[in-house]
């Protein structure tokens, strides 16, 4: 009965010895209910994000863009998406709104609307190099050479802020501003901007 018992301790403790190491270990979920919550809590966010992403899209709807291009050129537009310029103290945010706006973009629209590359330099600059790259033949141009995809379009959104504290609270109005550019002939199809406010208890902390 003795050796019974023990032996049940022993079962016990090493179960209990497996489950605290990393053997055992499992790793726990929290799901997000409302924005404040996790390290979105405070500054530009994914909530946010989405909000801007999603008045983008409908610009981009409102203008016709797609049914121009193609009643001209017969094959649809391809747009590319500059990584954002980001002024704000939130640099974390940048790779991830040109991921969601791409993403976005190729959710609501058919490849027989738009076609979607990415570009990460200043517009400026890409806009040059994109014309230097089609005149050589390097990429594709309205007279239909086929070779690597040229852009028609750059889409180009930039964050930036006025910040307060008093200590204990810190104030941001961010200001979302998005463009849409002919990488031809460089005219500003259209523009538009958002601004967002939030008010958090501390700075967050991202790693």
Do not use: W
């Not at 209990?16 to 966010?45: F, H």
């Not at 049914?67 to 640099?91: G, L, V």
């Amino acid at each position: 009965m003795k050796i019974r018992f023990l032996l049940c301790l022993l079962v016990l403790f090493s179960f209990s010895a497996l489950t605290t190491t990393g053997c055992g270990r499992q790793s726990t979920r929290v799901d997000i209910k409302d924005d404040e919550e996790g390290p979105e809590s405070s500054g530009p966010y994914s909530a946010d994000l989405v909000e801007v992403t999603d008045m983008m899209v409908e610009k981009l709807k409102k203008q016709k863009i797609s049914e121009n291009f193609q009643s001209r050129y017969k094959e649809p537009p391809i747009i590319a998406i500059i990584r954002p310029q980001n002024d704000t103290r939130f640099p974390e945010v940048t790779q991830i709104f040109q991921e969601d706006l791409l993403t976005a973009m190729m959710e609501k629209f058919t490849r027989e609307q738009f076609r979607f590359s990415q570009r990460d330099s200043d517009v400026q600059t890409a806009v040059a190099s994109e014309k230097e790259a089609k005149e050589a033949g390097e990429r594709t141009d309205r007279t239909g050479r086929k070779t690597k995809l040229g852009a028609d379009y750059f889409m180009k959104a930039k964050f930036s802020t006025l910040s307060m504290t008093d200590g204990k609270l810190e104030d941001d109005t961010i200001l979302y501003t998005f463009e849409l550019i002919d990488t031809e002939t460089d005219e500003l199809i259209f523009k538009g901007g958002h601004k967002i406010r939030r008010v958090s208890s501390k700075s967050a902390v991202y790693r």
